[in-house]
């Protein structure tokens, strides 16, 4: 294989995944009663930590006033989940994605969690979030969920759609349903105006699991899969290096009569940086650019792709969506700047920053952001998202979003079959 990028692993989305349970919106209430280091203290070294890592030079200066407003909440916090809870008030008003103190293990959000660290699967359930609620999009064959049915409860976790919290309860259920941890899963729907309820199976996974230091590790959801004699998808929910290898497999099997490619990233929630570039490097017969990081001390890296032999040449189409993050936003704004793909779908989330884990006294990890990225043409990601090429809503008993990419390769794919026929003449 031709080509190297820098060692740098920059994560970017995923370490958002664990969340203490005060930020799930209780899904499971802390069985910790403690305090693991002094209120105070913690506070401080959160602040300092990240005010020496911002890519804001004067973060100390700009923050100091919020960081005392937050000061009386810290004080009063009694457990884990309750200090946690009171220094993420104050990282959360600051307003940018990937800041974030994670409790001791034990004092996080539990059943729920923990059924991500699970297999691959090769069919899952696909979701939408909408402001009505979490929507079944398609489901696997023989599965009881419809297109079209309203998700209400998954694994005895009641859906909070109200919520403000990161990863999505979308995401969180879609890893709940998905997980291919063994034994069913109770789901609850809204169906035709009726509630129904279900015990799903699930498949026991093949093993494969990303695993990232302090962090939870992550179910890869990864499905491939020919839509027609033509075109080809994939699926995947994280950027890792299972997904090129997964890729570059069936490029030369299951898709090596393929003509078109769709790339379905609707919530993928980010992962390994550099993955972003391979998979570029794989889907582009030309370099394409991915954009810049600038770190505080205002050291550039760009992201450009290296292009293999065998890389994929067709017309490509992504899908998107607001559940789309981080390293899914770097990859979805490289291609299109890049005019190698056309975006359909919804804006992305605009969760887009770089970041790096600490450990802290007690057991605390905090998930600090540490530079600014920036798409090819110079837009900043964070706060503002990808917009698509076209915009297409959430649609009651079908897959709108991906009826409209594929509509698309056809067109492009019979163009070029008259174009050929043209120049055969």
Partial sequence: MRGFFPSLTLISGLLSLLLPATLCGGIEET???????????????????????????????????????????????????????????????????????LPPPEANAGRAMRVFVTGKVEAEVVLARTNDGIFVVSAPAGSPLRAGDQLLSVGGHKIAIRETVFPSWSVVAKNLLNSGAPGPIRVEVLRGGKNMTFALPRSVGTGVIFSSGELLNLALFYHAKMLDS???????????????KFFRRDLKEKFKDAEALVIDLRGNVGGLVEMARWLGAWTSPRELDFGRMTTRGKVELRFKSVPQRGAFTGPVALLIDKDSYSTAEIFAAGMADGKRARLFGERTSGWCLPSILYKLPGGYRLQCVFGDIRR???????????TPDAAIAYAPGRDAVLEGAVAYLRRELDKARRGGDKENK
């Avoid at 913690?42 to 100091?64: E, I, K, N």
């Avoid at 005392?68 to 989940?81: I, M, N």
């Avoid at 033509?230 to 997904?243: E, G, L, Q, S």
């Fill in 31 to 101: 069985q910790s009663l403690r305090l693991a280091t002094d209120p105070k203290k913690l506070y401080a070294q959160v602040f300092q930590t990240v005010a020496s890592l911002h890519y804001r030079g004067d973060f100390a200066q700009r923050y100091r006033g919020l960081y005392e407003k937050h000061l009386p909440a810290v004080a009063l916090a009694r457990t884990d989940a309750e200090l946690s809870a009171a220094i993420n008030g104050f990282l959360g008003a600051i307003g940018d994605s990937h800041l974030l103190l």
């Fill in 230 to 244: 033509r075109i080809a998808m994939i699926r995947f929910n994280a950027f890792t290096p299972d997904v090129i």
């Fill in 376 to 386: 090819p043409r110079g837009d900043q990601i964070e706060h503002h998202g990808v």
